[in-house]
């Protein structure tokens, strides 16, 4: 294990870890599947292929498209919902997210 992995582990938050990455890949501040995918190699510890840039820069908004997409066919057209479980979280998360907007 070099420096770098072990200098990683030191990372508490989402927030830290992603400030890392911004700071040492700046191309992460521009592409945020390139943003996901270091995180998840880095801290997420998933086994990922390298993927050349080019392939990275020609996919990543396809990505966020099909996220969008997918939301759209479960909360406007009601068709192919998640499980309970998720849709209570989703709820809690946003009524997280409501009440600390409310507060500021």
Known sequence: MNDEQIFIR???TKKEQVEYL?????QTRENDFYLQYLWLKLFGKV???FIEWDMIKDI?????TVSRVRR????????YLPS???????????QIITQTIRKI
Do not use: A, C, M, W
């Open 22 to 26: 911004l700071e040492k890949f700046p």
């Open 10 to 12: 030191d990372f508490i």
């Open 60 to 64: 990543s908004g396809t990505l966020e």
């Open 84 to 94: 309970n479980d998720v849709r209570v979280y989703r709820q809690k998360k946003r």
């Open 72 to 79: 759209k066919i479960q909360n406007e057209d009601g068709k």
């Open 47 to 49: 086994n990922l292929p």
